[in-house]
């Protein structure tokens, strides 16, 4: 008779607690998802942060959480995740009546884009492990993964050259007597221009700078589509930081610069018109962090006639673009023999051969190692 009354009471409690798990388990349970920076570089740390909450007197004694994230995000520890198309990674708590857990997750952010998470999927069990309880919490969480930066030690000197000709043929004046600074020689610098002292100093070339004023712009053009079907995405990914270095550099010295490009993101293709305030650097890094190589592009050549101008306001063109076939090489001709003061760029690895067709053109090459 007792171990029929001690069951029954068993199967009451067992009843009793199934009943409040589910009605209950998920009242006042909180959670969320941030990360510790919104903006990063690529190729830079970040922490991933979740919090979880209970606001109520019932405890949860595993609570698995179950979230997807972008697999270009690199886990300090990945074993207790699958990464397929996506990371996903599944974390197991024990919640205490009012207690707040919070865990940081360091992440190397490996790829530029921009990426979100919007749901948490959280799993809960009854107090005697019974009862399977699932919730689906949404999200809104996001980060931007800007293009790598580029040592200036990686700039070739023909670039080099190409920039510092750009820069000279925009300037007004310098005036001598409004001194802006001291940085590295480079070989366009004139030999009047070396600071002596700081260079016996440092032991290496500086030159003064002084504040200019300018007369044209910059006009950067971006071409997404690649000259051949190998290592596509490699060189995608240069151009966008070439153009994202090239961009910085103008506009670090006080030339508005502009930015076009046929490559395509989910709010449509980037389109920024000429700025020389530092928060233009960030919105064109911002731009070109949001392109998406999975989309189809747009005809670059229609691009050029859109924002190449052989008049009205004086501009300085710069095409960024490893796609150098015909209806582009001669549309760029064209330009050059009207007058117009363009520039070719051309992202390409240091083995490719330059195609006899285009030897006759005036570009300048940025060799890519692989």
């Not at 689906?136 to 000709?165: A, K, Y």
């Not at 920024?272 to 650097?281: N, R």
Request: glycine letters at 4%; a neutral charge; proline letters at 4%.
């Amino acid at each position: 008779m007792k171990l029929l009354v001690a069951f029954l009471i068993a199967l009451l409690i067992y009843r009793i607690q199934t009943i409040v798990y589910r009605r209950y388990w998920n009242k006042g349970l909180r959670t969320s998802m941030s990360f510790e920076r919104d903006v990063v570089y690529e190729g830079q740390g970040n922490h991933l942060v979740e919090i979880i909450e209970n606001r109520k007197n019932l405890p949860i004694p595993i609570l698995q959480v179950k979230f997807s994230i972008t697999r270009t995000f690199l886990f300090e520890k990945q074993n207790k995740g699958n990464v397929t198309d996506k990371y996903y990674r599944s974390e197991f708590f024990t919640v205490m009546p009012w207690q707040k857990i919070t865990r940081t997750y360091p992440i190397t952010c490996s790829k530029r884009g921009f990426y979100t998470t919007d749901s948490l999927d959280l799993i809960g069990r009854s107090f005697f492990l019974t009862e399977k309880l699932i919730e689906t919490h949404q999200e809104d969480v996001s980060v931007c993964v800007l293009p790598g930066r580029i040592r200036p030690l990686d700039v070739p000197d023909t670039v080099n050259t190409l920039l510092g000709e750009t820069e000279k043929s925009l300037k007004i004046n310098e005036d001598p007597f409004t001194f802006a600074g001291i940085r590295e020689y480079q070989p366009y610098d004139n030999i009047r221009s070396i600071n002596w002292k700081a260079t016996a100093r440092h032991s290496d070339l500086l030159v003064n700078t002084y504040n200019s004023t300018f007369s044209k712009r910059v006009v950067l053009l971006l071409n997404m589509d690649a000259n051949s079907m190998l290592h596509t995405e490699q060189l995608a990914e240069w151009a966008i930081k070439i153009a994202s270095h090239l961009a910085a550099r103008y506009i670090s010295a006080g030339i508005p610069t502009a930015l076009y490009t046929n490559g395509n993101s989910m709010i449509g293709c980037p389109a920024l018109d000429a700025g020389a305030d530092p928060s233009h650097i960030r919105a064109i890094e911002m731009a070109l962090a949001r392109i998406d190589l999975s989309l189809p592009v747009e005809k670059f050549t229609e691009i050029m006639d859109d924002r190449i101008k052989t008049g009205g306001h004086p501009a300085e063109y710069v095409i960024i673009s490893n796609y150098r076939r015909k209806d582009v090489t001669d549309r760029y001709e064209l330009l050059l023999s009207q007058g117009c003061s363009i520039h070719f760029v051309i992202p390409s690895f240091t083995q490719e051969v330059m195609e006899e067709a285009f030897e006759c053109a005036k570009y300048t090459r940025w060799s890519i190692e692989i």
